[in-house]
């Protein structure tokens, strides 16, 4: 009996809220038709508008009419509701709501998985665009409750896993109705991010970069695929085409990938909605150029728990600026003229997010500009704008009522209604007389508390004068208020009043103290909900420590009476000058004029070029994409980090030039970065200009995998090496004919001809085949050295630079002939096998044989003493001084092909320059200045007055936290956050 | 087996060993005209160094020297120090770092201050012999790993095994400090950020209780524990006690708590943040083995020289100094030790100082200061003569060098690689 009852239930429930074509059995098919308002409302149809008294009607779910001077049918079900605003209700782009997560694949087995997994679609299990969320979602009431509490109405929903994670569905909350009216769009968004699905232990790809690529890649594939030149079907191309016209959300986490994803967008032609991290402050003028709408989190930090000195010593200011610069981080965005929404994603609860986004107002976002990223934004980046996000005939009726305007503290929301659907989330409180009052009787100054006041009976009153509590009655009865106040000393203060629960204060009349007829009034002290405000501490360039107030500028600058060590056929010359100008060395000479230079005394000082790091890993956020045997595809430019602290550091140590290498856990790495180290400049400034493109090849120990028990990779000896490289310049070749043999074709040929499919990683191997492109090649052995210059040699190519190559004393002669340079250690050995018989002679006798070599550092820390390495070449094996110190300058720079531009000092090239306190190479010698492009980036004296300054701004900022922390606000444990050093073996 | 013996003889020369150790020193040598840097803080220009029986019987100007010698060096203007001294190595225990075969410096297990790592000292290391080139010709050997790693022992560069190049064995206990502080490990999935260490009452509670009962063990419990009876040096002030640990707070309570709970005499190893514990450091006349400044500040907001600014630091607060080599690659690394402690005399620390962090200072933190660590007169005659400024890489170049009055070959397994290329490309 019961379970039919509850079945009975069900089904009418079923049948009220059933599409209307659907049958019914049991009993009549009715229809609503009543409308429904609210009236007396101050309405915010849409931002920037606002009418007061306002009337908003709605019928089956939608407005019917929103303003003034409505008339309204007979069958209305009218809410007074005087007071209260109403809002269109907000929409959140990037939620999971309702979709099953992804389940991690647990069989994680020994050996590394190469293959995919699925048939039917991509080659790679991570990219999912086959995936509808829609097939698994179920409406997940509980957590639409938490986004209605926020004020939302509507969201979009996804499964966050992979890196092409399929479409998403736009869902309305409302609990009262089925999914047939939940579901306003089965397919309304793709969702992207560059993390890898959990479902698949498929290795490819193991980086940020590898994703980019892959992304790349898919897109290429998608265009030609779309052409008709594949003979097999793709399920995920196919959905991705199907895709096109949604909008695509890219959730990248954090402030570096933000830019990382709207580079690949503006790479394959799309606009991507971004999901950022909440640090976009740090980047408004690139943001500004991409242009991607952006998806806000609204996650700003909570304070650092100043309690824990010791752990609080090891908080940076960078850490510590965010806290102070986060709340801003909307309104510099909207000044900067960015376009975004706003999300709770990252948001802890309803709460916090409404707390953050009345903090983002307090400091700056305009109302309008708040309510447009909760409404209308994400309603026209939906395509939705029609029905979404506005509150005018014929859109959605979602709408929230709140107690006060939305932006002001304490305001509650009082209801959200979705599709019409009341749904109520907060009670007006009832008012009543309880509270604090403020009154002065005389010349005393009191304070009054009324509580239980709902009661006759059980109203009570408490008077204090300061720390004194007065003797008083109170008596309420018909709305007539009654108090007795008596002194300390006696005489009692007789008051009246009637109460008006809608004004702030009590009046009436009275006695006071002396007897004597009074008016009085009493104001209500009210609770202030306010949010403070901190004083934004500025930004510099980076936003860290060592960064810049201003970015530094070009200048004319002369260094008087120096020790000049040229690199040219000049030596080393004492008692120069050099005159840098708009960013190049133009006079070396003696007694040159100073006209409008700054003048630098360098007297009892050594100039030099700057040093020039060949094999570097500083400034990057990743460095292998050791996903597969090769990653010819990824390039560092894609993943450098311009805020590394190590650039600052190898600025101090007189560096000026790096080339930032993939690591070498594949035979065929990454294409490298040469940058300048540029303190403060974006990633996209610090790239050298026109610098001839390299990549970063790798033999023994690492991409053999001998040393971390992976054993199911090809290859897994120096025998397999060089079958990778012979399979892959192979391919390359016959990749690079079909391309040469298409593109001969005549445009009517080309319209029957199957185009060959453009692949990234095939292009950059050919490029190399053309001689475009340049190969570093980290190496260790003589067998392995020897074969990779045989393997060139049979593809007509040849091995610019050996990196590393430990012995490559032993075939010194023959990489002369071949023409290869070495750029090794000065001294390390003895941490692998194949460094065995490594010895610090090395770059010597390589030298002697007429090798180009230069010593570098593939380390954090050896990078910024550089010019003592050099000076171990002086030690080991006798190497003149003058070319040692070409060791980390010139011959370094011809490896690059840069020696046009810098490695010397000679007019003409580019203004980089070290000013030692000492002879370059000797141990007690510190860099005082280091220039680039003229301008000075590193100055030793600034860098040891910066440490006051962080100490000083930081002692200001634990000041702000501090407070607070006392005014309540919630705080974190101080956390350090791990600086992960690269070094060629890291693995991503 | 006629094919193994071909194949013996078929092996070139220079791979069957390393250097042969110097036979013991059977003629008086004075070497003349040599700028003397005693080690103790003292440079003598234009000195003369004699020594006989592997002792050293004149330190002095060279005006002054006898010259009933059998043998007479002519120093031509070179620089001639006292043997350096590499603290908290592991020279000898490990070969080839990522060749686990190799490994011997890290035992397992937590408390194990019997393990010794002298026995398994490979005095025919080819990295032992790469240090000596450079005038490191003693070294304290230190095991690693666990909380009490076990006992180091100090060595001496050349010998036909580790018996022989026993300088002081089983000198010191290595206690490694809990960290009141820890980071996850990120690569298991933990969060990398730096926090409280929420077991650290709790470790060292646990060393409490290990302390007093080594202690109590002592007044001859039975049967015999074997760590608890390495501990007894601790105990009765014959074996110092080296607290590996960072942190200022570390430094503070591993002192207080050690002296309270019986331990006689201690070092620091490591002391990044001892300038911020100087008082107590000097009210005890604690020596603070500080690491190599070859590596990075431990926070972006740090001093972009913080790690060489320690030295002067710590110098000027007048504590004895020494320099240790723990970190990456620190086997091969031990030649690079004159450099540390020139970087140390680039910044701010006196030269003759920054000799004595290397020679005098841990000779006086081992207890073999009266035979070793200075040049003077009836101490062991281990040094050498380098062309220019040992501290400096472009003047670090020796011509000789002598372990208690045995002249060591400066030859390697490198230097014979360097030869043999040398000549194969010239």
């Known amino acids: 009996m019961r379970n039919s009852l509850l079945g009975v239930a069900l089904l009418s429930t079923f049948i009220l809220s059933a599409q209307s074509y659907y049958p019914t059995n049991l009993g009549t098919k009715t229809a609503e038709n009543h409308y429904q308002a609210v009236t007396g409302v101050t309405l915010h149809p849409r931002p920037g508008q606002s009418i007061s008294n306002a009337t908003l009607l709605f019928q089956k779910g939608k407005v019917v009419q929103a303003g003034t001077n409505i008339t309204l049918p007979k069958n209305t079900v009218i809410r007074a509701m005087k007071g209260m605003h109403v809002y269109p209700s907000f929409i959140d782009l990037y939620s999971t709501l309702g979709v099953q997560k992804a389940k991690s694949k647990n069989t994680r087995g020994r050996s590394t998985q190469y293959k995919r997994s699925q048939e039917g679609g991509y080659w790679n299990d991570h990219i999912l665009s086959n995936y509808k969320a829609v097939t698994d979602y179920a409406y997940d009431s509980k957590k639409a409750k938490t986004y209605r509490e926020a004020g939302f109405g509507v969201v979009s929903t996804h499964r966050a896993d992979g890196i092409h994670r399929g479409t998403g569905l736009l869902v309305a909350l409302t609990d009262k109705k089925s999914e047939n009216d939940r579901i306003l769009n089965q397919s309304a968004a793709a969702y992207l991010s560059f993390d890898k699905s959990k479902q698949s232990n498929q290795s490819y790809p193991s980086s940020v970069m590898g994703a980019m690529a892959l992304l790349r890649q898919l897109h290429h594939d998608a265009t030609w695929y779309a052409a008709g030149n594949s003979t097999q079907i793709d399920l995920d191309i196919n959905a991705l085409l199907a895709q096109k016209k949604l909008p695509v959300i890219f959730d990248a986490k954090n402030k570096l990938n933000v830019l990382r994803a709207a580079k690949v967008s503006s790479d394959v032609g799309s606009n991507w909605i971004i999901k950022a991290s909440g640090q976009e402050y740090e980047h408004l003028s690139a943001l500004k150029k991409y242009g991607n709408t952006l998806l806000l989190p609204l996650n700003f930090p909570k304070a650092f728990d100043t309690k824990d000195e010791g752990l609080l010593d090891q908080i940076t200011l960078r850490q510590m600026r965010h806290w102070n610069q986060a709340p801003s981080n909307p309104a510099k965005l909207a000044q900067a003229g960015i376009p975004f929404a706003i999300t709770m994603a990252e948001s802890k609860s309803s709460t916090a997010f409404l707390k953050h986004l009345r903090q983002a107002v307090a400091n700056g976002l305009s109302e309008e500009k708040a309510l447009a990223a909760l409404t209308t934004t994400p309603a026209q980046l939906l395509g939705e704008s029609e029905r979404l996000g506005v509150l005018k005939s014929g859109a959605w009726a979602n709408f929230i009522v709140t107690s006060a305007p939305i932006f002001e503290p304490g305001t509650q929301i009082l209801a959200n209604y979705v599709k019409g659907q009341y749904h109520k989330i907060n009670s007006t409180k009832p008012k009543s007389l309880d509270g604090r009052y403020q009154l002065t009787i005389g010349n005393d100054s009191l304070e009054l508390m009324i509580s239980k006041s709902s009661t006759a009976e059980n109203i009570s009153l408490k008077v204090t004068q300061g720390k004194d509590k007065w003797e008083s009655t109170i008596g309420l009865e018909n709305q007539q208020l009654e108090i007795a106040i008596t002194q300390p000393g006696g005489a009692v203060a007789k008051l009246n009043a009637t109460v008006n629960l809608e004004e702030k204060s009590l009046k009436g009349s009275g006695t006071d103290f002396e007897g004597s007829n009074i008016n009085w009034e009493a104001q209500a002290i009210e609770k202030k909900k306010s949010i403070t405000v901190y004083d934004a501490v500025p930004q510099t360039y980076p936003n860290n420590g060592f960064g810049f107030a201003k970015r530094p500028q070009q200048e004319k600058l002369l260094f008087k009476n120096a020790t000049v060590w040229t690199n040219e056929a000049a030596g080393i010359v004492e008692n120069t000058d050099v005159l840098v100008d708009q960013g190049k060395i133009v006079a070396v000479g003696t007694n040159l004029s100073d006209t409008g230079a700054s003048v630098i005394d360098a007297t009892g000082k050594h100039l030099t070029s700057g040093i020039i790091d060949e094999h570097s890993h500083i400034a990057a956020s990743s460095i292998n994409e050791g996903g597969q045997n090769s990653s010819a595809e990824v390039t560092i430019e894609d993943v450098l980090d311009p805020d590394d602290i190590d650039i600052y550091r190898n600025l101090g140590g007189g560096v000026t030039t790096i080339q930032i290498l993939h690591g070498s856990a594949n035979p065929i790495g990454g294409r490298s970065a040469i940058i300048k180290l540029k303190w403060g400049e974006t990633a996209e400034n610090l790239l050298f200009p026109k610098a001839d493109p390299f990549i970063k090849f790798a033999l023994g120990e690492n991409v053999k995998q001998s040393n971390w028990g992976s054993y199911n990779r090809f290859p897994q000896t120096r025998m397999g090496v060089e079958q990778v490289f012979v399979d892959y310049f192979q391919r390359a070749k016959e990749y690079g004919a079909a391309w040469t043999r298409y593109n001969k074709l005549s445009s009517r040929q080309k319209r029957t001809a199957k185009k060959p499919r453009y692949d990234i990683e095939m292009e950059t191997l050919w490029e190399i085949l053309r001689g475009d492109r340049f190969i570093s090649c980290h190496s260790y052995v003589q067998s392995e050295i020897n074969m990779l210059m045989k393997v060139a040699e049979r593809f007509g190519i040849r091995i610019n630079t050996f990196t590393h190559i430990l012995e490559g004393y032993k075939v010194a002669d023959k990489m002369a002939t071949h023409g290869a340079a070495g750029s090794t250690f000065s001294d390390w050995w003895a941490y692998k096998y194949e460094v065995k018989d490594a010895i610090p002679y090395n770059g010597a006798i390589m030298h002697r044989a007429g090798v180009n070599v230069a010593f570098n550092s593939d380390d954090a820390e050896m990078s910024r003493r550089l010019n003592q390495e050099a000076a171990k070449a002086v030690k080991y094996g006798g190497i003149s001084e003058e070319e040692a110190w070409k060791f980390v300058t010139l011959n370094p720079a011809k490896m690059l092909h840069l020696d046009e531009r810098v490695g010397s000092i000679k007019v003409g090239k580019d203004a980089d320059l070290v000013l030692w306190s000492d002879h370059p190479m000797s141990i007690y010698t510190k860099a005082e200045k280091t220039v680039v492009d003229g301008i000075v980036y590193y100055d030793a004296e600034r860098a040891k007055n910066q440490l006051d300054v962080i100490a000083k701004e930081k002692a200001v900022l634990i000041e702000q936290m501090k407070k607070a922390q006392k005014n309540g606000a919630a705080t974190q444990k101080p956390k350090n956050p791990v600086k992960r050093e690269f070094h060629c073996e890291t693995l991503d | ?426």
Not at chain 2, 70 to 95: C, R, S, V, W
Not at chain 2, 290 to 312: M, Q, V, W, Y
Not at chain 2, 402 to 409: H, T, V
């Open chain 2, 1 to 426: 087996m006629k094919n193994i013996i071909s194949l013996i003889f078929c092996l070139p020369l220079w791979l069957v060993a390393q250097q042969t150790p110097a036979p013991p020193q059977s003629q008086s040598i004075l070497i003349q005209d040599v700028t003397a840097h005693l080690g103790n803080g003292t440079v003598i220009e234009n000195a003369a160094i004699g020594f006989a029986e592997g002792l050293l019987t004149y330190v002095g100007p060279a005006s002054n020297a006898p010259t009933n010698y059998d043998k007479i060096i002519a120093g031509n203007g070179q620089h001639a120090y006292p043997g350096f001294i590499g603290m908290n190595t592991t020279l000898g225990l490990i070969e080839i770092d990522a060749v686990r075969a190799t490994n011997d410096k890290d035992e397992l297990g937590a408390m194990l201050p019997h393990v010794r790592s002298a026995i398994a000292y490979n005095a025919e290391s080819q990295v032992v012999e790469s240090v000596r080139p450079n005038g490191v010709l003693m070294a304290q050997v230190t095991p690693r790993g666990g909380r009490i790693s076990g006992s180091s022992s100090v060595m001496q560069l050349d010998a036909w095994n580790w018996e022989d190049a026993l300088v002081k064995a089983d000198d010191g206990i290595h206690l490694r400090w809990p960290n009141p502080f820890q980071r996850g490990r990120w690569w298991l999935g933990e969060d990398p950020n730096l926090k409280r260490n929420k077991e650290y009452d709790k470790e060292v509670e646990s060393l409490a209780t290990y302390f007093a009962t080594a202690k109590a063990y002592q007044v001859g419990s039975k049967p015999k524990h074997l760590p608890y009876a390495a501990m007894a040096g601790v105990f009765d002030g014959s074996k110092r006690l080296y607290i590996h640990t960072n942190g200022s707070q570390q430094i503070e309570e591993s002192i207080t708590k050690l002296m309270e709970w019986g331990a006689q005499k201690l070092a620091i190893v490591g002391g990044h943040q001892a300038p911020q514990q100087l008082e107590l450091l000097q009210k005890h006349n604690i020596p603070v083995i500080i690491p190599r400044p070859h590596r990075l500040p431990s926070n972006e907001d740090e001093a972009l020289k913080s790690t060489f600014n320690l030295g002067a630091q710590l110098i000027d607060a007048g504590l004895t100094v020494a320099i240790e080599m723990s970190g990456r690659m620190e086997t091969m690394n031990t030649r690079n030790l004159p450099f540390y402690a020139g970087s140390f005399a680039a910044y701010g620390v006196p030269y003759e100082k920054a000799v004595a962090m290397l020679t005098a200072n841990p000779a006086s933190i081992l207890g073999i200061d009266q035979e070793v660590g200075s040049l003077e007169v009836g101490k062991k005659a281990t040094l050498f003569l380098s062309q220019g400024d040992a501290l400096d890489m472009r003047t670090n170049i020796l011509s000789h060098a002598f372990i208690e009055g045995r002249s060591i070959s400066l030859e390697s397994h490198q230097t014979q690689l360097w030869k043999r290329y040398s000549d194969k490309v010239n």
